[in-house]
């Protein structure tokens, strides 16, 4: 295993310091930072996921035959008619 130092701006060691706070299981940083690290590059490829991703099919589908091509369509018809709230901040 390597060894890394780093430093962090005040602001993300601030957030990393109010993290570890407010967790229950007290985690050194490190290992939190290492997570961090693996979650990033899992995201983009560089390392494999850490639990292979399973797809549960859904019990109904949505009626649609072409969902996959005219998504933005149909979303924008559900959006429409109500179906779906829309997305307000």
């Known amino acids: 295993?390597?060894?890394?130092?780093?430093?962090?701006?005040?602001?993300?060691?601030?957030?990393?310091?109010?993290?570890?706070?407010?967790?229950?299981?007290?985690?050194?940083?490190n290992d939190i930072v290492e997570d961090a690290i693996i979650e990033f590059l899992s995201q983009r490829g560089y390392l494999p996921p850490k639990?292979?991703?399973?797809?549960?099919?859904a019990t109904k589908g949505s009626g649609f035959l072409d969902t996959s091509v005219n998504h933005d369509q149909i979303l924008a018809e559900e959006i429409y008619l109500q179906s779906l709230p829309p997305n307000t901040p």
């Open 1 to 29: 295993m390597q060894s890394l130092n780093i430093t962090l701006p005040d602001t993300l060691a601030n957030a990393l310091n109010s993290y570890i706070k407010d967790q229950e299981n007290l985690l050194p940083a």
């Open 51 to 57: 639990k292979p991703i399973k797809f549960i099919p």
